[in-house]
């Protein structure tokens, strides 16, 4: 069974940071492009970043400069580094693990609220 588990979202001010993690219990881990997917209310879920196994990374426009994801595959564990946060950027983030042979498994989403 498959399981991926965000933490570290919530409530932040504008201009503040907050750091998701997700904890997944993939065998092969090292073999999963991971990356962390948002939807805000009433649109559609986006991508806003990519990590391979060797580091190689992808992020949506809007994130970049702001966002940093991560990974570490002893631990099994991504991270996005989330700072200078905008009201934008409220939305329920979503951690994916892909892979080209097998199907794509999504965490349970965590909300991030940005506001004052």
């Known amino acids: 069974q498959v399981q991926l588990v965000e933490s570290g979202g919530g409530l932040v001010q504008p201009g503040g940071s907050l750091r998701l993690t997700c904890v997944a219990s993939?065998?092969?881990?090292?073999?999963?492009?991971m990356g962390w997917y948002r939807q805000a209310p009433g649109k559609q879920r986006e991508l806003v970043a990519t990590?391979?196994?060797?580091?190689?990374?992808n992020y949506a426009d809007s994130v970049k400069g702001r966002f940093t994801i991560s990974r570490d595959n002893a631990k099994n564990t991504v991270y996005l580094q989330m700072n200078s946060l905008e009201p934008e950027d409220t939305a329920v983030y979503y951690c994916?693990?892909?892979?080209?042979?097998?199907?794509?498994?999504w965490g349970q989403g965590i909300p991030v609220t940005v506001s004052s």
């Open positions: 990590i391979t196994s060797g580091g190689s990374t």
């Open positions: 993939l065998s092969m881990f090292n073999t999963y492009i």
């Open positions: 994916n693990a892909n892979h080209a042979q097998f199907r794509t498994y």
